[in-house]
T-cell receptor, first 114, second 115 residues
Framework: ETGVTQTPRHLVMGMTNKKSLKCEQHLGHNAMYWYKQSAKKPLELMFVYNFKEQTENNSVPSRFSPECPNSSHLFLHLHTLQPEDSALYLC?????????????FGPGTRLLVL | GDSVTQMEGPVTLSEEAFLTINCTYTATGYPSLFWYVQYPGEGLQLLLKATKADDKGSNKGFEATYRKETTSFHLEKGSVQVSDSAVYFCAPHYMIYNQGGKLIFGQGTELSVKP
């Protein structure tokens, strides 16, 4: 498989559930990103990892918990979410932070919180 | 702070029509400028870029010129096709002293091309 893959593609969860989103990149990149895409709003950068270390957390609520076990995998653990967290969650990667202007995106996970 | 403003969508055009999607950015420093495109059901992908004033980025028939005097980077295509239907994101990349860079995405402009 090539590029950036995300699973699951669609997820419906209740507010008391715990679930995880997975992202995998096959590009040999060292930086990975989580974004939230909501209708009519700018793309929101949530977290940035560089060489497995978190370098940015843009005031994201603690109900979102990222994990980066290695440079190829990125997870977003979800618990006690709110309906307003429903959105498309996009993962991206770049060669490293010095080359972050060229990012490669996965297809996203469409999340619905009931 | 650093920001980018795009024209609101959706933009609906007939096939072979001329397309312009406006984009302006804040003039902090000297950003590189990018357009990304998101086709239905897919993630964003880089469409074109320009790194200095008066540079023209081009790809797949799309063009955008870095206009420093008007802080703009409008996307144009002379004759759109149905397959161009997508959401287009303008994204300046700002260098921040001692912190690396930051890529700022606009809210996206949805383009719908009818046959």
């Amino acid at each position: 498989e090539t590029g950036v893959t995300q699973t699951p593609r669609h997820l419906v969860m209740g507010m008391t559930n715990k679930k995880s989103l997975k992202c995998e990149q096959h590009l040999g990149h060292n930086a990975m990103y989580w974004y939230k895409q909501s209708a009519k709003k700018p793309l929101e950068l949530m977290f940035v990892y560089n060489f497995k270390e978190q370098t940015e957390n843009n005031s994201v609520p603690s109900r979102f918990s990222p994990e980066c076990p290695n440079s190829s995998h990125l997870f977003l653990h979800l618990h006690t979410l709110q309906p307003e967290d429903s959105a498309l969650y996009l993962c991206a990667s770049s060669q490293d932070l010095a080359n972050q202007e060229t990012q490669y995106f996965g297809p996203g996970t469409r999340l619905l919180v009931l | 702070g650093d920001s980018v403003t795009q024209m609101e969508g959706p933009v609906t055009l007939s096939e072979e029509a001329f397309l312009t999607i406006n984009c302006t950015y804040t003039a902090t420093g000297y950003p590189s400028l990018f357009w990304y495109v998101q086709y239905p059901g897919e993630g964003l992908q880089l469409l074109l870029k320009a790194t200095k004033a008066d540079d023209k980025g081009s790809n797949k028939g799309f063009e955008a010129t870095y206009r420093k005097e008007t802080t703009s980077f409008h996307l144009e295509k002379g004759s759109v096709q149905v397959s161009d239907s997508a959401v287009y994101f303008c994204a300046p990349h700002y260098m921040i002293y001692n912190q690396g860079g930051k890529l700022i995405f606009g809210q996206g402009t949805e383009l719908s091309v009818k046959p």
